[in-house]
């Protein structure tokens, strides 16, 4: 009998732990929500394995008893639950501290009450079984004093015999008592600590709350701080941008005049007083009227550029080989005498601005003509690769290439890599060809070594074909 009051007490303490445990468990979940210190993170794994270690323990010491057994069970499925609630919770936490979103203060349990009342009617069933126990030892205490008084009746022959059987049962009595009083001990400083250790936590989950508190107030304020600034530097940027594009479309629009003069009086110089100039006035003039017309083109670059800054992106399913064939019938009209090997692979369609990207394809090719002129024969191949919704297309050539340290100023207004005497040029047809990628959201690189040819890459996004009967399909025809 002894032994089933201890397994009944052992039962208890198991109880005891899991209630105590589980509300730590939540408790280091709202301290991690408050403060975002990885140690309570760590506590709550601790306390989490120390919660699956209890519950077992508890269907192990309640194996011999069928409903606490099927009681406990039923226990461990709402605990499992919650655990589940709480993982959830702990995962959105830490997500939540990442990526320096604000933290969520809502409960994630929503069985407490159920789980509550279960353990108090396990609890109770337990306390019921103790009581029968403690009942069941004092009843075996007094049946061994019934036994002594009869014993004392017999015959004195079987004194010796009585007496040892008093003197056993005697010595198992007071080994129940203090079996009993040892469980009581026991009960009763469990009970101590753990009524302490909830004080002790109660107190820190104040505290802890009021630092939650506070911080997500400093939170809030630093949020509408930070979104304060990023609207004036936003609006400051916007109309800097509006200034720019102003200044460059106003400068290019009002130098197209003076260089009509020049080149125009120039050319009337050259054609009806070029017989009283000097072989040097000739030379002379033929620099000027060269600059003229370079000046002519570079204004006519600056004010496709800027309009090309300015115009809006009208996405639409793109076909484009169609376009590529279109972009190189017109390239060749000028280059009609010239060895060429074209590479066309099979493009896919593309969701974009069918003007722009034409341009884009018109520029690259323009490039790729020009810089593999002095290649007998020239090659130039045109490709894709699709990886997921978006497309890298590029054109490759064998033409004179360039210094791959350099490559970083490709995509520059007026850089070039090359003197003007070898490959003529403004140096914003690149820049052009950024700016229009960058306005799809696409990315724009080159690779390259002198002598080797150039590969120009830039990225788009592939048509969307789910909704395909509500857009406008070009170059399918062409």
């Excluded at 077992?56 to 461990?76: F, K, P």
């Excluded at 590479?343 to 369609?349: A, D, Q, R, S, W």
Aim: hydrophobic residues 40%.
């Amino acid at each position: 009998m002894n032994q089933w009051v201890w397994h009944t007490q052992q039962v208890l303490g198991e109880a005891e732990s899991v209630r105590l445990i589980r509300l730590r468990m939540r408790n280091e979940l709202w301290f991690y929500r408050a403060t975002g210190r990885d140690e309570f993170r760590s506590r709550y794994e601790v306390d989490r394995r120390k919660l699956r270690e209890s519950t077992s323990r508890l269907r192990e010491l309640t194996a011999d008893n069928q409903s606490q057994h099927d009681e406990i069970n039923r226990i461990g499925e709402v605990i499992q639950q919650q655990v589940t609630l709480l993982d959830g919770a702990m995962e959105k936490a830490q997500s939540a501290k990442r990526t320096g979103e604000p933290q969520e203060s809502t409960a994630v349990i929503s069985t407490d009450d159920e789980l509550t009342g279960m353990m108090d009617g396990f609890e109770k069933e337990e306390r019921r079984l103790f009581g029968e126990r403690s009942g069941d030892v004092q009843a075996s205490a007094m049946w061994t004093r019934e036994i002594l008084a009869l014993t004392g009746m017999l015959a004195c022959g079987a004194l010796l015999v009585a007496g040892y059987y008093i003197q056993r049962e005697v010595l198992s009595r007071a080994r129940i008592e203090v079996g009993l009083r040892r469980a009581r001990e026991l009960l009763g400083t469990q009970l101590d600590q753990k009524q302490s250790e909830l004080g002790h936590t109660m107190e820190d989950l104040h505290e802890q709350i009021e630092a939650r508190n506070q911080a997500e107030e400093e939170m809030r304020r630093l949020n509408q701080e930070l979104e304060a600034r990023v609207a004036r530097r936003t609006k400051e940027l916007r109309e800097m941008n509006h200034e720019l594009e102003t200044f460059n479309y106003s400068v290019s629009h009002d130098l197209r005049a003076p260089l009509r003069h020049l080149d125009g009086f120039s050319r009337i110089l050259e054609d009806e007083f070029s017989a009283e100039l000097s072989a040097d006035a000739k030379h002379y003039l033929h620099r000027i009227r060269l600059a003229a017309r370079q000046m002519s083109e570079l204004v006519e670059d600056l004010l496709r550029l800027a309009r090309f800054g300015r115009q809006a992106v009208k996405r639409e399913c793109l076909f484009l080989n169609p376009v590529i064939e279109e972009t190189i019938t017109a390239c060749l009209q000028e280059e009609a005498q010239r060895e060429i090997v074209w590479n066309i692979g099979t493009l896919p369609e593309v969701e974009v601005d069918a003007g722009l990207v034409r341009q884009v394809f018109a520029n690259l090719i323009a490039n790729a003509l020009k810089f593999t002129r002095r290649k007998k024969p020239a090659a130039i191949e045109i490709g894709a690769r699709v990886d997921g919704r978006e497309v890298t297309l590029f054109v490759k050539d064998n033409g004179a290439g360039f210094d791959p340290r350099y490559s970083d100023k490709l995509f520059g207004v007026f850089q070039r890599l090359h003197r003007q005497d070898e490959f003529e040029g403004t140096g914003i047809g690149l820049a052009i060809v950024a700016r229009i990628i960058h306005k799809h959201g696409g990315r724009v690189w080159a690779e390259s070594a002198p002598d080797q040819g150039a590969t120009f890459y830039f990225t788009l996004a592939e048509a969307n074909h789910t909704d395909r009967t509500t857009r406008k399909t070009t170059g399918a025809n062409a």
